[in-house]
Each structure stands twice: as C-alpha cells, then as structure tokens.
C-alpha cells in the first residue's frame, strides 16, 4: 500500500514539473522572409521549428512571415528574436538594427546536392526571340521589389555589365510578393522578361506547375558549377540572424542546435530540409547593394540621351558659324587688301602686321613687348616704318588709315 502511494506521489510530482515546464516556456519567434507567400514560408520552414522545440525544449518557437517592407517594423516593434532572409536584406536591415549571423544556410538544390550559394535567373519566353541581355533594352521586364536581393539587384549588376540600364532602358514593373507570379506574367505574354532567385524555376517544375522548355533563361553561361540555372554571379546563402536584443543563452542554444543538426536523426525525423554552418563572409553582398544604393542615389536621368544630342547640336551649330564668319572674314580681308588703298597693308611684314594690330587694340610700347617677346626698340622700330608707310603722323591716324 505505502509502495504504491510513493509511486503515485512521483508520478504526480513528474507531471507537475511537466506541467510547470511547459507553463514557463517562452516563446522565440523567427522571421522568414516570405518571397513564395505566407503558406509556403510555414509549409517549408516547419521542419526547422519542430527541429528546434526538440532539442532546445525550454523555449516555444514559432516561424513569422515576413516582406521586404515589413520586416523593419516587425523588428522595432520587437516581434522578432532572429530573422532568416537573403545577404541583401540582411545587409541594409543591419545598419540600423543591429545583428549578428549565427549560421549560414546550405540548401538543398534541384539535383539533391547541398549549396551555400545562390543567383538570379532571368527568363523569357522560349519564342519571344530574346537571347542575350542586350536584347532586353526597350522590352518589359517584371520584379517583385528594387530591393529584392536575388529578386532584382543581382540581375540588375548583370544587366550594368552589358550596358543596360533597367531603369532607363526598360519598362521596368515591381509586383510585389509571391515571386511565383513574376514566371506566371512571362509565360502569359503580360511581360517580355521576368527575374526570380534561382532555383524558384525548378521548385516550380518540380510541383507540376510549369514546363521549363516554355522558357529560355539569359546568360545562363555565366556558371557551369551550380546545381541551378542562374543567369548572375553566385552569393552566399541566406545567413540565419539573431537581434541584438535576443537573450545570450537562447542565442547560444539555437546557434549550437543548428551547428549540430546535419544529417542528425532528429534533423532529418523533423524534416527539417536545410543544414547550417558557421558563418560564412558576406563582403559582396555588401560590395553589391552599396553599388546600386549609388545607382539610387544617382540616377541616370532619363532625358540625358536628348540632352546630350540637343547639346551636341547646339555645339555643332556654334562651331559651324565661327568657322562661317572667320572664311567671311578672310575673303573680306583678301578684298580690302586687293584695294588700291589698302595697298600699304598688303605691303606689311607679318611683324608690322602684328604690331598694327596691337596699335589698333592700344597696347602700350611696353606691353607690345611683352605680348611679342621683343625689346621695346624693336616695337619703336616697326612703329616708325609703319607711320612712314600710311604717312601717318600719330597712331590714331595709323589705326584710322589701316582699317
């Protein structure tokens, strides 16, 4: 009787602390930015918080959809703990709230394989005769946002490379989340090109939902090596962020459970799909939307090219009159000189004819030295021939006579 009231006391006890346990778990939440939609941001990030209420049990975490534009809010308003987006939102979301990277993320591709690295594919239909990134000037062209790391700014670096200005060039249009209606727009003919992040193509193949030989993807050749069509550079996967604000000890709990999660038993029952590792650099990301905060800075206005032809006529009309009244005017003066009055001047050194006209603009003895690089003599010297030649007895007269 007294054996089965000591285990019934532990049982009770057992499930009491249970119960406290659970009644005192706090709650970490983690936001995920939502480029495919809320739905699909908790269908395929579900694996990485069960993973996480497992093997970090005293804490209760909870996956937060976020945007581009919400994100900022969110994150003042102290809803978030971490956050896990693209390099480029993490870099300008880091300037003025201040985080850390705890892991980088290796995601499966298409193939199965594991990659930290990832790029842009720009695509067009498969007959919309588009084949290379200079074929996109004067053609609409589809985003979600300006600030769209693999959605926009990769793809726009690519385009600056070869001489293509999407803002200038193009009719450029953002439509905003789900990324999946930028390939939808294409392949409806609502737009001629369309810029996704890479691998969105082959997810999209993968759920039956296109046929990827309806489209052709653009400077495809720019990398042999990675798993996934790309059309742009590679850059590091999305790093896995904690806030400033985030308590020490659950940072430390998530960063170890993430660093030892692989391909764990627990990992994998969860199905938690990516791996993580220790941070990686993010130098080009950085490098990469200083470039195009530049570009925003300083835009290229869109009338340059009118400007610049409207000047370059106006140039060209002022040079072609100087040059028309300077033959006028050697014709003229060959005219005076033929007169039988104006022979004297026809008679004149090249040296008197300069002094003549330094005579005529009153430069003084001395200046007319300095502007010829003779001794004031020598100006005396050409003045008395000139004087004796028109018969002139002051300069005056010699001007009057001369012209």
């Not at 798993?227 to 996967?237: F, K």
């Not at 003599?377 to 004087?387: I, S």
Request: proline share 3%.
């Amino acid at each position: 009787m007294i054996r089965f009231l000591i285990v019934g006391c532990l049982a009770w006890v057992v499930a009491s602390f249970g119960a406290f346990a659970q009644a005192t778990q706090s709650d970490a939440r983690i936001g995920v930015l939502a480029y495919r939609g809320s739905d699909n941001v908790q269908r395929n990030w579900s694996g990485l918080r069960d993973y996480l209420n497992e093997v970090v049990p005293e804490w209760s975490f909870e996956i937060v959809p976020m945007t581009l534009s919400s994100a900022g809010d969110q994150i003042q308003s102290g809803q978030l703990d971490f956050i896990i987006t693209n390099p480029g939102h993490f870099v300008t979301l880091n300037r003025t709230h201040r985080m850390s990277v705890v892991a980088s993320r290796s995601q499966q591709k298409s193939d199965g394989s594991y990659s930290s690295e990832f790029g842009s594919a720009i695509i067009a239909r498969k007959e919309s005769g588009i084949e290379s990134l200079k074929d996109v000037a004067g053609k609409t062209v589809v985003a979600i946002d300006q600030n769209a790391f693999g959605g926009f700014q990769l793809a726009w670096y690519e385009f600056e490379r070869a001489g293509v200005d999407l803002f200038r060039d193009t009719k450029l249009e953002f439509v905003g989340f789900p990324m999946d209606q930028i390939v939808t727009r294409v392949l409806s003919n609502e737009a001629d090109v369309g810029i996704v992040r890479s691998g969105l193509i082959e997810a999209l193949a993968k759920e039956g939902r296109i046929e990827t030989g309806a489209l052709t993807v653009l400077n495809s050749n720019v990398t042999y090596s990675h798993p996934d069509v790309v059309s742009t550079g590679l850059y590091p996967e999305w790093p896995f962020a904690a806030l400033a604000s985030t308590e020490p000890g659950l940072k430390n709990s998530v960063t170890i459970a993430l660093l030892q999660a692989g391909e764990s038993a627990t990992a994998t029952s969860n199905g938690m799909a990516d791996r993580w590792s220790a941070p990686i650099p993010y130098h080009g990301a950085v490098e990469l939307t200083d470039a195009f905060q530049r570009r925003l800075d300083h835009p290229a206005d869109k009338h340059t090219g009118w400007a610049l032809a409207l000047w370059g006529w106006i140039l060209g009309a002022v040079i072609f009159a100087v040059v028309a009244w300077r033959r006028w005017s050697l014709v003229a003066q060959a005219k005076k000189d033929q007169d039988p009055e104006n022979a004297e001047v026809a008679n004149l050194t090249s040296r008197e004819r300069q002094i003549l006209d330094l005579v005529a603009h009153g430069l003084s003895t001395k200046e007319m030295a300095v502007e010829l690089g003779i001794s004031p003599k020598t100006v005396e010297f050409h003045r008395a021939n000139l004087l004796r030649k028109f018969g002139a007895r002051t300069s005056s007269q010699l001007v009057a006579m001369a012209t």
